[in-house]
């Protein structure tokens, strides 16, 4: 397209909120009513465009107007255009350091077992927030995904661009009613042991770590001790039903075994993964980011020392 042809179009732009309206309603009068401008504001921004492309955009029929197919084809065009450009607004608000609105984007099974239950300080320390809490696992797109952070375990790889700050190493080991481990003699051996397709290694690398591949090789030749779960959560949730034993990670059961719902009778080790916050790297720092990674850390630091 020509320089001149671009700026034709371009000086119609101020008309074509008015005439999406107009093809929504099928009416300039409720067009004009919606905008809160006059029918005759939206009367000549049609006539604009149509004179500027050559063509009727609607047909006029007493007192409602249909779309011709010129009329249909820039509606399209303008309703997507519109839509893209409110949504983009939209995020531009969101992603600001100044917004009130912030997403956070959280593993479903750290969110529901941990975070939420403790939301409620950060709120106290921060009411000038709007916090909108999204549960999702996995790499993310924050731009795309309409999200400030992310907090997720270090098990899959970062993009560049990212701002990544740990906040607490996460520590592993086998979890379970205190009336299920004495119905197997304290044995873990004896057990039923809980998996979930969203970590499938987590019994194996346990079991590396304390007991040596060999090990691992015997156990798992007995099909009858296994049980396989879709998620994370629900392996948990099996265990504290008296179920049999689950993988549990340190922050995510930590509140369970404080409040006796759970023990990890056999201790746990570390994993070499941690519970970290994703964000944009930006040249000016977000404060609302470095609000929640302080906090985040503050919190972890407080529950390994048991204040």
Known sequence: MSNFHRKRVLASLNALPLFEAAAFYESFSKAAHSLNVTHGAVSRAVATLEERLGVPLFYRRNRRVVLTPAGVLLHNATKESLDRLDDAVEKIHRHSVSSPFFVISCEPTLAMRWLLPKLGEFYRLHPELNVDVRMAGGPIDLLSEGCDVAIRRSDFGVPDDYRVTPFAAERAGPVCTAAYFKSIDQDWRKGTRLHSRTRPLAWK???????????????????????????????????????????????????????????????????????????????????????LENWLKTLCVLEKDGS
């Open 205 to 291: 690398d346990w079991l590396s770590l304390v007991e040596g591949e060999k090990t691992i090789l015997q156990n798992d030749s007995d099909a009858s001790l296994e049980r396989y779960f879709d998620h994370f959560f629900y392996a948990l949730q099996a265990s504290q039903s008296g179920l049999g034993m689950a993988i549990g990670s340190y922050p995510v059961v930590q509140q369970d075994i404080e409040e006796g719902f759970l023990m990890a009778p056999w201790g746990d080790e570390l994993t070499g993964h941690c519970y970290q916050v994703l964000s944009l790297d930006r040249l000016t720092p977000d404060p609302r980011v470095i609000a």
